[in-house]
């Protein structure tokens, strides 16, 4: 067989002769009779849904058992069902996480804004950036320190 007549053939026979010739011969014999490599001349078959049983020497259906894939995904999930309750939990509590953008901080031009110096206790101010650069890196420094007064001022007015 040619080259351009075996990549003409549907895929069923394409498997039927390829299997016939791997009872004669070895892959890379067949692959370099025809002209092609051997991975060339398999790649439709493999794409189809066939894998080469070795010890048969024949190209074979591959199937996955769907019972033994949804039994292990089963099993998985129920050795880690607490640590994947726990994601699901923490995804959720960030989502629910909404600040409230105060809209004179995007509204002013930047000569609106004063430079401070603050004293903050050192502990505080670590809470503070670590949970700034966990959940709110997206937004300048700036305008977290300024929606935490604002939220004070609005709190306590």
Not at 127 to 152: C, D, N, P, T, W
Request: charged share 30%; proline share 1%.
């Amino acid at each position: 067989m040619e080259k351009l007549q075996y990549k003409m053939l549907p895929i069923e026979e394409k498997l039927v002769w390829l299997n016939e010739e791997l009872r004669k011969k070895e892959l890379k014999q067949v692959a370099s009779e025809i002209g092609m490599s051997a991975s060339s001349l398999t790649k439709d078959i493999c794409i189809a849904g066939y894998r080469f049983d070795r010890t048969a020497r024949q190209y074979v259906v591959a199937q996955v058992k769907k019972e033994d894939v949804t039994d292990e995904v089963l099993a998985y999930i129920m050795q880690h069902f607490n640590a994947i309750q726990a994601l699901i939990e923490e995804d959720r509590n960030r989502r629910n996480l909404c600040l409230e953008i105060d809209n004179r901080l995007y509204a002013a031009p930047t000569e609106a804004y004063q430079t401070r110096s603050f004293k903050i206790h050192q502990e505080i101010y670590n809470e503070f950036v670590q949970l700034y650069e966990e959940q709110f890196r997206h937004l300048k420094m700036q305008h977290v320190v300024s929606l935490a007064i604002a939220k004070f001022v609005k709190r306590y007015k």
